[in-house]
């Protein structure tokens, strides 16, 4: 980022010059205000042009998050023809987004950020949701010949997920039981997909 664009800095910029800076935190409050605006070419103060607070400009870069994970996991997908090759994608894509992200994933699923989550944040929440369960509940189908209800296929998601981030949680911390990263992905990849599979069976 140039630090000659102080002029016609808008709240974009702002989010994607926090989201370079987060990127690879260990500790995502080491970026501050004056940190943003350096990278910006500008005094901290033009920040509240557009934002209140460091917390506000984390709200808008969660949600960028969202998006970018959303089109990452989903793009091209639906070309995939082999359905088993399909959901291990699907899988396989959630977890390199986080790995290679990890500040972004702490930023998501692990930062506290204080105020109330903003509505468009829980709006674009809940169609991405609707999104990934839309595929499950087609490629669960063909898969496992079961045909869910969307209530359920969320259920199975929903706890995917949060194994999921659990999983990864404890390894980029540090805890985890496996600390070689390519096994690491090869274990929760494989254990993500037998839930699936599990799940499916035993809920319809």
């Given at each position: 980022m140039s630090k000659g664009m102080s002029k016609g800095i808008t709240k974009e910029n702002i989010v994607d010059v926090t989201l370079r800076l987060i990127r690879d935190k260990d500790n995502i409050r080491s970026v501050n205000l004056r940190e943003i605006a350096r990278e910006l070419g500008c005094a901290h103060t033009n920040l509240y042009n557009h934002f209140s607070d460091l917390d506000g400009i984390l709200w808008d870069?969660?949600?960028?998050?969202?998006?970018?994970?959303?089109?990452?996991?989903?793009?091209?997908i639906d070309s995939i023809e082999n359905s088993n090759s399909k959901l291990e994608v699907f899988y396989k894509r959630l977890?390199?987004?986080y790995l290679e992200n990890r500040g972004w994933f702490r930023l998501f699923w692990l930062e506290k950020l204080h105020?109330?989550?903003?509505?468009?944040?829980?709006?674009?929440?809940?169609?991405?949701?609707?999104?990934?369960?839309?595929?499950?509940?087609?490629?669960?189908?063909?898969?496992?010949?079961?045909?869910?209800?969307?209530?359920?296929?969320?259920?199975?998601?929903?706890?995917?997920?949060?194994y999921l981030h659990g999983e990864i949680s404890k390894f980029i911390s540090g805890r985890g039981l496996i600390t070689e990263e390519n096994q690491f992905r090869e274990y929760i990849l494989r254990e993500c997909v037998k839930l699936t599979r599990l799940l499916t069976i035993s809920i319809e």
């Open positions: 870069a969660s949600y960028e998050v969202l998006l970018r994970s959303c089109d990452f996991i989903l793009s091209g977890i390199e987004f105020g109330e989550i903003p509505e468009s944040n829980k709006r674009l929440t809940s169609e991405i949701v609707e999104r990934y369960v839309d595929f499950l509940n087609i490629l669960l189908e063909k898969l496992y010949n079961v045909k869910l209800d969307n209530g359920k296929t969320m259920y199975v998601f929903h706890t995917i997920d949060c």
